[in-house]
């Protein structure tokens, strides 16, 4: 079942902060997060192994919930590069890195 | 650096006709993997290969196949084109966790 993102967009000045959120209604082993800029492939940015892990990435950070099975991704004084849409991925399970995405927030950061 | 290529960036078929989409990657990744993207749904696995001539259905693989002959190849086969597959296709290689993506190729079926 895919992870429910939300919001499903929103609009930022430069320097704003923001929070997307991914909730799954099974167990989390792993929560994978990516970002797609426009015409561009998704690329990854972070991969948060255990519940409670948090990582960061420059002004990206991520947190880890198991208990609640929810992932947050953080971007701090954003910047008009952090514009495109963020996709969070579960993964099923297995060494193979077999994921299953969320539907994706597209994020907008304006001057 | 990790490099995955896709055979065409854009595609236009007529409907019925057999479509093959490449995906090449030089990194010696076991994992290999076709999506496919559509506005407001994501990334929708279709197929995953973990090993040459291996292959598993993702959560839509009907009216696809696909062929693993060589580490480096997945391929992605539309049988019969149908104006429904009308849509972006997303190739992705990986060795454990993080996944690389080629740059899609945007199949229009007419």
């Known amino acids: 079942q895919q992870p429910v993102q939300s919001p499903q967009a929103v609009i930022l000045r430069e320097g704003e902060d923001a929070v997307i959120n991914c909730s799954s209604s099974?167990?989390?082993?792993?929560v994978h997060w990516y970002r797609q800029k426009h015409g561009e492939a998704p690329v990854f940015l972070m991969i948060?192994?255990?519940?409670?892990e948090q990582k960061g990435h420059d002004k990206i950070s991520a947190s880890f919930n198991e208990k609640k099975q929810q992932s947050s991704l953080y971007l701090t004084a954003s910047q008009l590069s952090y514009s495109g849409t963020y996709f969070c991925?579960?993964?099923?399970?297995?060494?193979?890195?077999?994921?299953?995405f969320g539907k994706g927030t597209k994020l907008s950061v304006k001057p | 650096d990790v490099k995955v290529t896709q055979s065409s960036r854009y595609l236009v078929k007529r409907t019925g006709e057999k479509v093959f989409l490449e995906c090449v990657q030089d990194?010696?990744?076991?994992?290999m993997f076709w999506y496919r993207q559509d506005p407001g749904l994501g990334l929708r696995l279709i197929y995953f290969?973990?090993?040459?001539?291996?292959?598993e259905k993702g959560d839509i693989p009907e009216g696809y196949s696909v062929s693993r002959e060589k580490k480096e190849r997945f391929s992605l086969i539309l049988e019969s084109a149908s104006t429904n597959q009308t849509s972006m296709y997303l190739c992705?290689?990986?060795?454990?966790?993080?996944?690389?993506f080629g740059p899609g190729t945007r199949l229009t079926v007419t």
């Open positions: 290969s973990y090993d040459v001539k291996m292959k």
């Open positions: 990194m010696d990744h076991e994992n």
């Open positions: 948060l192994l255990k519940g409670g």
């Open positions: 992705a290689s990986s060795l454990s966790a993080e996944q690389y």
């Open positions: 099974k167990a989390l082993y792993s």
């Open positions: 991925g579960l993964s099923r399970g297995g060494s193979q890195g077999n994921l299953i």
